[in-house]
Each structure stands twice: as C-alpha cells, then as structure tokens.
C-alpha cells in the first residue's frame, strides 16, 4: 500500500529535550516536505526536499533542521523544543514537486511542556 | 510571495444545501498550480483536485465542482447537494512554477465545512 508514514503520532516532551519525528514514503518520490498546523492559521511549510542531499525552508523554519540522506526518509528534527513549537505536524511526498498532488502522512500530534 | 486567502473561517448549512468554499490567490507567476485539499475529523489531509493557470476549463467530479478564474484569481469550490461526510476542513492551496516545481506550497488558513442533518 502506498503510503506515507511517520512516527510517533503523539508525543509529550519538555522544553529543551531534543526529539526527532521520522517520516518515510514508499512511493519512490523524489519530493518531500513537512508542515505544521496550528489553529487559525491552516498548514505552514517548514522544509522540504526535491532529492536526496537536497533540502530548503519553507515560511517557517526557525528551530527545526531536517536531513535526506536517502531518497525514503526525511526526518524532522528539534534539536532545541520549546513550547511555540507545540503543534500537529505532516509529512508529505509528491512525486517530482510542490507542483504535483502530495501525500500526506497521518500526522504528529507534538505538545512541548 | 505567493498567497492564499480563504475568507470563510467557518461554513455551517443544512444537508442537501449546495454550497462554496471560496479561494483567492496571489502569485507573480504566470505557471502556478492551484490545489484543494480535504481534512475531515479524522485528521488526514486528503488531495481533491490539482488545477493548472492555463487550464481555466471548470471541473465537475460527482457533486463537487470547482471554477477557476484568473481574472478574479479564484479558485472556487462548489458542493452541491451537501451532506454530513462532507463536513471537514477544506484547504486551498498554491504552488508557483518559477522554481520547476522545486518551490514551496503556501496553503490558505482553511474553511470549516459543517454540514447538520
């Protein structure tokens, strides 16, 4: 089944504990990103990737890093969390771009203490 | 920059009562990609419908349909015959071709969909 999946869907942690959310496609797509969702202000792109060792921000990218050393993965890491980071996370795959329809993970729930 | 402004924070009509969701767009760009996206209560981000600037045919899928007008730069969703499953969050969104569809997507705030019995 092609899908889109990241881990953990739900997370409580405390300010300052570095913490990283996997995502991983297997649809063989060369473009991956990440959003955030907060109420009243939809979905916010962090990062993304059009390829393997490439990666660049989104409209808000201050506190998080990413990686793609493979083609599949592209986790989102904090390495500092703090409470405005609090939020619903996606991951999302497309097959060559922001321009094609994305497939979108079923979320992460983050709550920073 | 690019920009989606969905004006209706919240919608709430009757079941069986034909309804649109309203998108607004900016872009510099004349190749953009306009998108809609469903999330009902479960959570997931479900994609509908992609629409490109120099296809401003309108679309009809079932009881969904969409107008894409560049002279007004909206990209409107119309549901017809509503009913309870359409309840969800709707999202409009926008990617520019400058990049070679290396850019980002920049979404609008959303558009609660309630839909009584």
């Known amino acids: 089944e092609a899908q889109v999946t990241q881990n953990p869907r739900y997370l409580i942690t405390v300010t300052g504990k570095k913490l990283t959310v996997t995502c991983s496609q297997n649809m063989n797509h060369e473009y991956m990103s990440w959003y955030r969702q907060d109420p009243g202000l939809g979905l916010r792109q962090i990062y993304y990737?059009?390829?393997?060792?490439?990666?660049d921000k989104g409209d808000v990218p201050e506190g998080y890093k990413v990686s793609r050393k493979e083609k599949r993965n592209f986790p989102l890491i904090l390495e500092s969390p703090s409470p405005n980071q609090t939020s619903l996370y996606f991951c999302?795959?497309?097959?060559?771009?922001?321009?094609?329809?994305?497939?979108f993970g079923d979320g992460t729930r983050l709550s920073i203490l | 920059a690019q920009k989606v402004t969905q004006a209706q924070t919240e919608i709430s009509v009757v079941e069986k009562e034909d309804v649109t969701l309203d998108c607004v767009y900016e872009?510099?760009?004349?190749?953009?990609?306009l998108f809609w996206y469903k999330q009902p209560p479960s959570g997931e981000l479900v994609f509908l419908i992609r629409?490109?600037?120099?296809?401003?045919q309108n679309e009809i899928s079932g009881r969904y349909s969409w107008n894409f007008q560049k002279s007004t730069s909206s990209f409107n969703f119309t549901i017809t015959a509503s009913q309870v499953v359409d309840s969800a969050v709707y999202f409009c969104a926008l990617s520019e071709a400058s990049g070679g569809g290396a850019d980002g997507l920049t979404f609008g705030k959303g558009t609660h969909l309630i839909i009584q019995p």
């Open positions: 872009t510099r760009d004349t190749t953009y990609y």
């Open positions: 999302a795959s497309s097959l060559s771009g922001s321009n094609q329809p994305q497939h």
């Open positions: 629409r490109n600037s120099f296809d401003e």
């Open positions: 990737s059009m390829n393997v060792e490439v990666t």
